[in-house]
């Protein structure tokens, strides 16, 4: 595979934003405003079964949806059929979030979204395998970071304004439905770019795979042989501790702000968005040296460097109550997010097979949700009753951050059996 240039590496990753940007819109801004609606006396324990389930969801969808595109043959190709159906579908689900009257509502919206969200993802994520050579495959994957990261921010500053004190200003009880209208605007903007731009050629299936029926791939669908793919194991427990315990942070932070910090609502959300704009430069470089420096040097150092450094912030995280030092924590967490997005995913990309690349690559986020699924799981069991068992505003919240401080820490350890390996260079 001949190189390409950086600019249609970015335009491949520019659907990520889009992702990115609902997925950040709707958790945890959306779905904390609306659980202390529905849910004032157990937020943190309905915020963490309802991302458990919709997670559970997630898992089951990704990989399934691969095998189809996989094997897709379609004028528009494997990817973009897929990519444009889980877009429309995502925008419904946000309308049906926002004006949720119930819980039960709410939950329906939560796995429509799951649903939605991973019908794009996988095919959108398999364009990396099938459209970059794998010496640039740690640099496409740092602008996928950066595009994460971007879009993480915006989202932030978006939902910060539109669900804070400006936008009940001017919105009043409408501004939840312009926040849930906000990413349905971005992904029309990015599904054109990505349907001119960025897909692959029609009839690029690999006819060996896609011989085999639609039956037997399904029954396979989940299944990779961790002893003749060691690596890939140790990758799928890195991205699990990783991103479990950065998820175990984010998910409640907005929660841990008003119950903890004393912020009210209006505040947390404010001061969330403005940490989320804060950060967000540094991110990027980061993410971008990161990827440079995983092609050069190998994806391993990188990955074990961000697991030390997302350790010592979540530290700090737990010694400190005022605002600027949360800030300094959050930075710290926030450049090792980098590096981790950056090389993690690079290393994903070398280890699919050819021709199996959404299957795999679905197969792949299920580290994602099991990591995000479990973190939200515990933060629902510990936060809420250790609280009130114990009679206090904060210990629920330190104990689910002490199992993520300690679970970035092992995340750098569970990669030490790697080799570390080069990208080759085409």
């Not at 960025?198 to 896609?210: F, L, Y």
Request: net charge positive.
């Amino acid at each position: 595979m001949k190189k390409i240039s950086f600019l249609r590496m970015l335009v491949i990753s520019l659907l990520g934003f889009g992702l990115t940007f609902s997925s950040n819109i709707q958790d945890p801004p959306l779905m904390t405003y609306k659980v202390r609606q529905l849910a004032p006396n157990l937020p943190n324990t309905t915020l963490g079964i309802m991302g458990f389930v919709g997670l559970l969801v997630a898992m089951a969808v990704q990989p399934i949806v691969g095998v189809f595109s996989d094997r897709a043959k379609t004028k528009m190709g494997r990817r973009l059929p897929f990519i444009m159906g889980g877009a429309v579908l995502i925008a419904a689900s946000l309308f049906l979030l926002a004006m949720a009257p119930s819980l039960w509502v709410l939950l329906m919206g939560v796995i429509f979204i799951q649903f939605s969200s991973n019908i794009l993802q996988g095919p959108w994520q398999a364009l990396i395998p099938d459209l970059v050579p794998e010496g640039q495959r740690g640099t496409a994957s740092s602008l996928k970071a950066v595009m994460d990261i971007i879009a993480t921010v915006v989202a932030g500053a978006v939902a910060g304004i539109l669900l804070g004190t400006t936008g009940q200003k001017i919105f009043g009880d409408s501004a939840i439905y312009a926040t849930a209208a906000a990413p349905v605007i971005v992904f029309i903007l990015f599904v054109t770019i990505t349907s001119i731009w960025a897909r692959e050629h029609p009839g690029a299936t690999n006819e060996a795979i896609a011989s085999r029926t639609i039956g037997e791939a399904l029954k396979n669908a989940f299944y990779v042989n961790f002893r003749e793919n060691p690596i890939f194991g140790w990758w799928f427990a890195n991205r699990i501790l990783f991103w479990g315990a950065f998820i175990a942070i984010n998910a409640f932070l907005i929660n841990y702000l008003v119950d903890v910090i004393k912020m009210t609502q209006n505040e947390a959300q404010s001061f969330y968005g403005t940490l989320k704009v804060i950060l967000g430069v540094g991110l990027i470089v980061m993410a971008l040296v990161s990827g440079w420096l995983s092609d050069k040097f190998g994806r391993k150092p990188v990955m074990l460097a961000a697991g030390l450094v997302a350790f010592a912030g979540s530290v700090l995280l737990l010694l400190v109550r005022d605002k600027t030092l949360i800030t300094v924590a959050g930075g710290i967490i926030g450049m090792a997010i980098g590096a981790f997005l950056s090389a993690n995913w690079a290393l994903a990309t070398d280890l699919v097979p050819r021709g199996e690349e959404a299957r795999y690559l679905g197969i792949a986020n299920i580290a994602t949700c099991i990591g995000s699924g479990v973190a939200r799981l515990l933060g629902g069991v510990l936060i809420d009753p250790i609280n009130k068992l114990l009679g206090s505003s904060s210990l629920g919240y330190l104990s689910l951050f002490i199992l993520a401080t300690l679970c970035f820490l092992v995340s750098a350890l569970v990669i030490i059996p790697l080799p570390n390996k080069r990208a080759k260079a085409n």
